[in-house]
């Protein structure tokens, strides 16, 4: 069974603050990996799909890694903003099934 | 181009009424998913199928039941809502790639 564990739960930095979440996955068989920002009351919006066969995705001053042999993507924010403060989500795609397992998520403020 | 539809957006149930959650897409998905999200817990797949005609129980499906009779659409039920069922509900399909999301359904069960 495909479990997603998502580490710190809440974090609060100072704006400018590098940053990085984790998000480890207990069964390698996957299809790929996605990060999702979700506001509160909000729905999700995607961030970033890393694909089994990447090592990483980058998108503005967002960056996505993937160990897969390991289990463990981690999510790395440049230059933290306010804006930024938001829950983040990561998600696994299983090969063997097709489900897409959900993380509980970590809530980021981003301090002024 | 919709993306997934989730319909309705709000809802508010009586204990023991039922109701429908319908998710529709348009980007020829062959997978789909509902999910429901309540508060510091994430997403948890309630069911999901992988196809038209195929559903199947994902890790909180009891309570539920789903339709997938056309490739666009995936119903979700409630038979008999309990105040436990509160919730919000997401819909999402997908095909080895990105996942799209509806933008949820703000169920209240009295």
């Known amino acids: 069974k495909q479990e997603v564990t998502q580490i710190p739960a809440a974090l609060s930095v100072p704006e400018g603050e590098n940053l990085v979440l984790n998000c480890s996955f207990t069964d390698s068989a996957i299809y790929n990996l996605q990060w999702f920002r979700q506001d509160p009351g909000k729905g999700l919006t995607s961030l970033l799909l890393i694909q089994s066969s990447q090592r990483e995705q980058t998108s503005g001053r967002l960056n996505a890694s993937l160990d897969k042999s390991s289990g463990r993507s981690t999510l790395y924010i440049a230059a933290s903003q306010p804006g930024d403060s938001a829950t983040y989500l990561c998600?696994?795609?299983?090969?063997?099934?097709?489900?897409?397992?959900f993380g509980q998520g970590t809530t980021l403020q981003v301090k002024p | 181009n919709a993306g997934v539809t989730q319909t309705p957006k709000f809802r508010v149930l009586k204990t023991g009424q039922s109701m429908t959650l319908l998710c529709a897409q348009d980007?020829?998905?062959?997978?789909m998913y509902w999910y429901r999200q309540d508060p510091g817990m994430g997403l948890r797949l309630i069911h999901y199928s992988v196809g038209e005609g195929t559903t199947a129980k994902g890790e909180v499906p009891d309570g539920y039941n789903v339709s997938r009779l056309k490739k666009q659409n995936f119903l979700l039920g409630l038979e008999s809502a309990a105040p436990s069922q509160t919730s919000v509900y997401f819909c999402?399909?997908?095909?080895?790639?990105?996942?799209?999301f509806g933008q949820g359904t703000r169920l209240t069960v009295v």
């Open positions: 999402a399909s997908s095909y080895l790639t990105e996942a799209f």
């Open positions: 980007m020829n998905h062959e997978y």
């Open positions: 998600a696994v795609y299983s090969s063997n099934t097709g489900k897409l397992i």
